[in-house]
């Protein structure tokens, strides 16, 4: 960074995990038994709602300070220094709504929630710094947003260089942050390694700062929360829709997902509670959940709860893999799921079927056949 800067509250308020706002929460004692006073009331409505909108999609994440010129309601009725208290306030209610929401969340103790929380919460800080650092490249230079995004990186404790607009990240640190993300094109075979260091483009390395981020936030989750800090938080409305999004994709009218092979159970599990899956394995369960009939409109809301969820690239592999360039895609073997490291959790019908097709089919007719054995013992 340039000498003499030193980071502001404007600077760090909507990014709270940043070592920057770690420190100035803790200057300013923000502790369970003094977040529960009048004084922090906005802050914990916010953090609700910040746990909402996890659930529900997308983390509001509002410019109020990065620009200096943020909208306040009739400014010109104001003195300056009330305008600025005024920013000041909301700057400090977003940022100690964040650790209040992490309390919120250990007090749920839900590892579907702080999971799908600190997915939300990184991708709305991901799209936050692209385009704040956007709008500083084509208001401040170029050379500024690199160094903004070297600053970035230290206060998430990544080890990055920047010369000349080449950023380099070290190789432990590269490892550590790539390895969930699912594009083969990620894996350190694929990358040029000179002295311990690896060239990455600019968009990578947002990439790269928004896995950081989801680490951060996921990290020591739940904590030990006093039982009288829970009792004082209106809890209902989270829970309701947690277990409304946990049910969502429950029986389908394809079937139960009871019947379907331990690999596709897995590879659902894993992207419901968003975690990334390989490639091969995506390409795997998109080609069996479109070969046993569900829509394609529903695979990609599935696919929404992905850390790297990317809606367009997402659409055209579905696509792609339902044949809309000619060519229809089955799922593979269970012999090319074993190579490519995707067969897990194998059950004695495992064993005796070739391809995860065939356990699904074999399931479904021994259910049928029960009902109807069922049916007749009851002689209906």
């Given at each position: 960074?340039?000498?003499?800067?030193?980071?502001?509250?404007?600077?760090?308020?909507?990014?709270?995990?940043?070592?920057?706002?770690?420190?100035?929460?803790?200057?300013?004692?923000?502790?369970?038994?003094?977040?529960?006073?009048?004084?922090?009331?906005?802050?914990?409505?916010?953090?609700?709602?910040?746990?909402?909108?996890?659930?529900?999609?997308?983390?509001?994440?509002?410019?109020?300070?990065?620009?200096?010129?943020?909208?306040?309601?009739?400014?010109?009725?104001?003195?300056?220094?009330?305008?600025?208290?005024?920013?000041?306030?909301?700057?400090?209610?977003?940022?100690?709504?964040?650790?209040?929401?992490?309390?919120?969340?250990?007090?749920?103790?839900?590892?579907?929630?702080?999971?799908?929380?600190?997915?939300?919460?990184?991708?709305?800080?991901?799209?936050?710094?692209?385009?704040?650092?956007?709008?500083?490249?084509?208001?401040?230079?170029?050379?500024?947003?690199?160094?903004?995004?070297?600053?970035?990186?230290?206060?998430?404790?990544?080890?990055?260089?920047?010369?000349?607009?080449?950023?380099?990240?070290?190789?432990?640190?590269?490892?550590?942050?790539?390895?969930?993300?699912?594009?083969?094109?990620?894996?350190?075979?694929?990358?040029?390694?000179?002295?311990?260091?690896?060239?990455?483009?600019?968009?990578?390395?947002?990439?790269?700062?928004?896995?950081?981020?989801?680490?951060r936030v996921q990290h020591g989750l739940p904590l030990d929360?006093?039982?009288?800090?829970?009792?004082?938080?209106?809890?209902?409305?989270?829970?309701?829709?947690?277990?409304?999004?946990?049910?969502?994709?429950?029986?389908?009218?394809?079937?139960?997902?009871?019947?379907?092979?331990?690999?596709?159970?897995?590879?659902?599990?894993?992207?419901?509670?968003?975690?990334?899956?390989?490639?091969?394995?995506?390409?795997?369960?998109?080609?069996?959940?479109?070969?046993?009939?569900?829509?394609?409109?529903?695979?990609?809301?599935?696919?929404?709860?992905?850390?790297?969820?990317?809606?367009?690239?997402?659409?055209?592999?579905?696509?792609?893999?339902?044949?809309?360039?000619?060519?229809?895609?089955?799922?593979?073997?269970?012999?090319?799921?074993?190579?490519?490291?995707?067969?897990?959790?194998?059950?004695?019908?495992?064993?005796?079927?070739?391809?995860?097709?065939?356990?699904?089919?074999?399931?479904?007719?021994?259910?049928?056949?029960?009902?109807?054995?069922?049916?007749?013992?009851?002689?209906?």
């Open positions: 960074m340039y000498a003499g800067f030193k980071p502001e509250l404007r600077h760090f308020y909507n990014l709270p995990f940043l070592n920057s706002a770690v420190d100035y929460i803790k200057e300013h004692g923000i502790e369970i038994d003094r977040i529960l006073s009048p004084d922090y009331e906005e802050a914990r409505k916010r953090a609700l709602e910040r746990i909402k909108q996890a659930l529900e999609g997308e983390i509001e994440k509002t410019n109020l300070g990065q620009s200096k010129k943020s909208k306040i309601e009739n400014p010109e009725f104001e003195s300056e220094i009330e305008v600025e208290n005024k920013i000041k306030i909301k700057m400090e209610n977003e940022l100690f709504s964040y650790p209040i929401a992490r309390a919120i969340l250990s007090c749920i103790k839900d590892n579907y929630l702080i999971r799908r929380y600190a997915v939300m919460e990184a991708k709305a800080s991901h799209n936050f710094i692209r385009n704040w650092l956007e709008e500083i490249k084509n208001n401040e230079g170029l050379e500024r947003r690199n160094e903004l995004t070297v600053w970035l990186c230290k206060e998430l404790d990544i080890d990055v260089k920047e010369k000349e607009g080449i950023f380099v990240i070290h190789f432990s640190d590269y490892i550590r942050l790539s390895n969930t993300i699912g594009d083969p094109s990620w894996r350190l075979i694929n990358r040029s390694l000179k002295r311990g260091m690896l060239k990455l483009t600019h968009p990578q390395l947002l990439r790269i700062i928004q896995e950081a981020i989801r680490q929360v006093p039982a009288n800090f829970c009792k004082s938080i209106e809890l209902d409305e989270i829970i309701e829709e947690l277990e409304k999004r946990k049910e969502m994709y429950g029986e389908i009218e394809y079937g139960p997902e009871r019947f379907y092979p331990p690999c596709m159970r897995n590879a659902i599990r894993l992207i419901r509670e968003s975690i990334n899956i390989s490639h091969t394995l995506r390409f795997a369960l998109t080609s069996f959940l479109l070969s046993i009939g569900w829509d394609r409109g529903k695979i990609l809301d599935l696919f929404r709860n992905l850390p790297d969820f990317d809606e367009k690239l997402a659409s055209y592999q579905i696509e792609h893999i339902a044949g809309s360039t000619g060519t229809v895609y089955t799922p593979p073997s269970c012999k090319t799921m074993e190579t490519y490291g995707n067969c897990v959790g194998r059950d004695k019908l495992c064993i005796k079927v070739k391809h995860p097709l065939s356990y699904y089919r074999v399931r479904l007719r021994k259910e049928k056949y029960e009902k109807r054995r069922q049916k007749s013992n009851r002689g209906d």
